[in-house]
């Protein structure tokens, strides 16, 4: 048993069945211009599987845009037609091979009815198919609720994710686990930190992360930004774990951000007070590189440096760069928003590495299995 077994679209027979699927198109356009190509894509290709094996399916889905430019994009890519309520999926729609698209905004406001307008979709669809990993610790009618009372079912999205962290949990004899942690603030990730920690032989701390415990253990960090939450919880992780964590010794600096001069900070040694640490250096980059070289799979979350600033990406880029070369000889997760979003921009592809994450911020509940709602509600293989 993995550390995820949820009843899948290839579980169960969908064919000719009518089924509702809820998708997350939020922050993929920009006007007419997609700018998350692979969040959009992922939702296409789902749309596709599933339309080819059900010919019946209507898309609950939310944006963030205007739904003209919305639908002028994905009018480009798939023959559809819109429906303004539930009232509207029918066996009429249903005659011939039919995609339905349902803005559930109005849907998830309507909290009042929430039990009443879910039975009306059980009663329409033979299936509720849950892809928006992304919404997976939302409460709302058109995730959680619906969930709990039509027959529910992880889509292709979903479903490709928890296998890949099935890989990542699974434990081989004599495997090394790495586990690269560059997120800006630990308040919200701490019970997913220290547990992925525990897991892994390996944990680097790089990123605005590595400046709060840098802190902790009194290393002058000059003017960088630290959190002043879960100290207590930060310094023990630090004093069970002393043998699997390693932090920065050495980064690039500058006393004025608006500048282009920077400077070599050693942090052992560092008496500027007036100092931000803004990314790792080389010394502290080639031990990451020397660990990676030889484990077998390793988590990459988050970014070594402040990548807005061009100057400061160095780093990100190269040990991207050096996971690539990897060619999937290791297994290489990626995953934050900061970190798979800069993809693109950096020149790398998903297929560069083993699994890019569709989670986005949820990672952090997907590997702890806490307030993943809509995901825990669905039966462990039990609809087969």
Known sequence: ?????????????????????????????????????????????????????????????????????????????????????????????????????????????????????????????????????????????????????????????????????????????????????????????????????????????????????????????????????YTQELIKMQNNYANKIVLPEDFYGTSNIGSEEYVFININTNKDDKIFLLDIGENSLNKIKKKCDTSTKILFDGVLGVIEIPKFQKSTKELLTHLANYKKSKYVFICSNTLVNSLKQFGFKPDDFSYVSHAENNIFNLFTKNNIHALMIIDDKKNS
Do not use: W
Request: contains cysteine; glycine residues 4%; aromatic residues 14%.
């Open 1 to 229: 048993m993995g550390f995820y077994e949820k009843t899948s679209y290839l579980d169960v027979d969908v064919s000719n069945k009518k089924v509702a699927v809820r998708l997350d198109f939020n922050d993929c356009f920009v006007e007419d211009l997609i700018i998350n190509e692979y969040k959009f894509f992922a939702n296409i290709n789902s749309i596709k599987t599933l339309f080819n094996l059900t010919n019946k399916i209507v898309v609950f889905y939310n944006i963030s845009g205007k739904k003209e430019d919305f639908f002028n994009i994905i009018k480009k890519h798939i023959n559809f037609s819109e429906i303004e309520s539930i009232d509207e999926i029918s066996d009429i729609n249903f005659k011939n091979k039919t995609i339905l698209f349902l803005n559930i905004e109005k849907l998830d406001e309507d909290f009042e009815n929430e039990k009443k307008n879910c039975l009306i979709i059980n009663e329409k669809i033979d299936y509720f198919i849950f892809d928006a990993i992304s919404l997976a610790n939302s409460k709302t009618i058109s995730t959680y609720v619906i969930s709990k009372y039509a027959k529910s079912i992880v889509g292709p999205i979903v479903k490709t994710e928890l296998d890949n962290i099935n890989i990542l949990y699974t434990k081989e004899k004599d495997e090394e686990k790495t586990f690269i942690c560059g997120h800006d603030k630990i308040y919200n990730k701490i019970h997913y930190i220290q547990n992925m920690v525990h897991f892994t032989n390996k944990t680097f701390f790089v990123g605005g992360c590595c400046l709060t415990i840098l802190k902790l253990v009194h290393k002058n960090i000059g003017k960088s930004f630290f959190e002043h939450e």
